[in-house]
């Protein structure tokens, strides 16, 4: 049901919801595999046959038991997509929302915040131009406990598209054997390219549908809005019967560039050890945490300010507004507090709010040691409900650290020093500064290096599970409400 004025304590009904959005799978091993479908009427039901013949694999978000599933998956659709197979909802005249149906790679819109210009990550060449950004239909997201497992589930969604007679075409976009983004396990497993420990903190995703939190599961899912937090949508009419319980998906494929990222620590260790009094090797991991805000093993700044501390590798409860507003524990531009101000202050576009995102994503490409010449970097899977007002607007925050009081209006505008993509222009600061306690600052002279480039996105629906029985013409209209 759509809520109006005052909404029922209704929960989301578990089953009718892809599991990727609930719950952050471990398997050791996923692939997420691409699809174009053919736009020819005729082709619609070898393209409901594709989808029928995932259904068996298709994973909810109901508990699994004891038993994690060996082989799952789930599946997203781009607008184009479903403008394929659901033609009746005619999608780009719906109210869905515009970022959702113009996608990534509009210069007036998406792009206004994702900032892809330099050079190698401009979305004209985005997949290795082997495909055009228009092209990406259709997401799968295979997961498997084993390589054996990754094997069987691949060869299912392999052959369900074989048997669609061209209808479904798979596109690989990776500079690898087998062209796919296959998830690379690094050792410690939760840990990224650049060599942090990742997945720390995600938002609770609370059930309870007459909360207003930003980190309940009502902002992330579509469908269960109210009239004073009147997002995500749509919301009415045929479109928002379709979307009820999906998710969007902002898929960015990051390549890491973890040769300059981890010659750009030695150099400038070398520059700042004489200045804070420290040995190079302890200023390496002293600057790789001030471009974080977290230390490599995860302690965030603000609770362990001089060294990592194990007992707070995981922490998540902490702000930075009792004592670190002047930035002298977590700098304001860290990465992790660009992208959660938490109690610092925010207000963009007259709101105060802190927009959150699920992360579900997961490293791609064998490290450095294993073969020095892969293409590595993150499979980045941010879910949303409303792709704009939290995805993007993290993503602007990312590139523009404009956002809150704690940076001076008067000053050039600093970015994010690990992932922002460096806009050349003269009202950005090239440098990343760092205040110290003695209130003097160490400033790291920029341009800095462009350490993460855009190898890819699009904006994926996670549909109900209802909307995909009925798309693979299982059910003949999703359930009524
Ligand atoms: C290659 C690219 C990226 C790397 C290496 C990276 C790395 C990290 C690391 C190490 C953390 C700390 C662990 C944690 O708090 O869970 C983190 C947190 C986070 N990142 Fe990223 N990240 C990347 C891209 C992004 C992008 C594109 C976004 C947003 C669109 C993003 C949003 C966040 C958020 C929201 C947090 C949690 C902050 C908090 O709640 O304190 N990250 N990231």
Redesign the pocket.
């Known amino acids: 049901m759509i809520y109006t004025e005052s909404p029922q304590a209704v929960k989301p009904d578990l089953q009718d919801i892809q599991g990727l959005i609930i719950n952050g799978y471990t398997h050791p091993c996923s692939v997420h595999m691409l699809f174009k479908f053919s736009d020819k009427p005729d082709n619609l039901d070898s393209i409901r046959g594709f989808v029928r013949d995932l259904l068996p694999h298709l994973q909810s978000a109901e508990d699994w038991g004891p038993l994690k599933p060996e082989i799952m998956l789930n599946i997203g659709l781009t607008a184009a997509g479903i403008a394929i197979v659901k033609p009746e909802l005619d999608i780009y005249n719906s109210s869905f929302p515009p970022t959702f149906k113009k996608g990534p790679w509009d210069p007036n819109g998406a792009q206004q915040s994702l900032f892809d210009v330099d050079d190698k990550s401009l979305p004209g060449k985005w997949w290795n131009e082997k495909f055009a950004n228009t092209d990406v239909h259709c997401v799968v997201h295979a997961y498997a406990m084993n390589p054996t497992a990754q094997e069987r589930i691949v060869d299912i969604v392999v052959t369900a598209a074989q048997r669609s007679n061209k209808a479904v075409s798979e596109l690989k976009p990776i500079n690898s054997a087998s062209g796919r983004l296959e998830q690379y396990l690094l050792v410690p497993s939760d840990?990224?390219?650049?060599r942090?420990?990742?997945?720390?903190?995600?938002p609770e995703l609370n059930d309870n549908p007459l909360s207003k939190d930003q980190q309940d599961l009502n902002n992330f899912l579509i469908g269960y809005s109210t009239l004073e937090n009147p997002t995500p949508g749509p919301l009415f009419g045929p479109e928002g019967k379709f979307a009820k319980n999906g998710c969007y998906n902002?898929f960015?494929i990051?390549?890491?560039d973890v040769e300059t990222f981890n010659d750009f620590l030695e150099q400038q260790a070398e520059l700042i050890a004489p200045k804070i009094n420290q040995t190079k090797d302890y200023t390496v991991e002293w600057l790789a945490a001030k471009m974080?805000?977290?230390w490599?093993n995860?302690s965030?700044l603000v609770l362990s300010a001089d060294n990592p501390s194990h007992d707070t590798s995981k922490s998540?409860d902490f702000g930075y507004k009792a004592d670190d507003m002047k930035g002298a524990k977590c700098p304001f531009s860290a990465?992790?507090?660009v992208?959660?101000p938490?109690d610092e202050g925010v207000k963009v576009a007259g709101s105060t709010l802190v927009p959150?995102?699920i992360?579900r994503?997961m490293p791609y490409g064998a490290p450095m040691s294993v073969d020095p010449k892969a293409d590595r970097?993150?499979i980045?899977l941010?879910l949303c409900g409303d792709i704009s007002s939290q995805?993007e607007t993290?993503?602007g925050w990312?590139n523009k650290n404009n956002f809150s009081p704690v940076f001076n209006p008067r000053a050039k505008i600093a970015q994010d020093p690990?992932?922002a993509n460096r806009i050349k222009d003269n009202s950005f600061d090239p440098n990343f500064t760092i205040p110290m306690q003695d209130g003097t600052k160490i400033v790291v002279r920029g341009p800095l290096p462009q350490?993460?480039v855009t190898r890819g996105t699009a904006y994926f629906l996670l549909p109900s599970i209802s909307s995909l029985k009925e798309i693979a013409g299982v059910i003949n209209q999703i359930p009524a409400e």
């Open positions: 840990y990224v390219h650049f942090y420990r990742d997945s720390i903190d995600e902002a960015r990051l390549y890491q974080c805000g977290r490599r995860g965030p998540t990465h992790t507090r992208s959660n938490r959150r995102i992360r994503g970097g993150l980045g941010f995805f993290i993503y990312i690990l992932i350490f993460v």
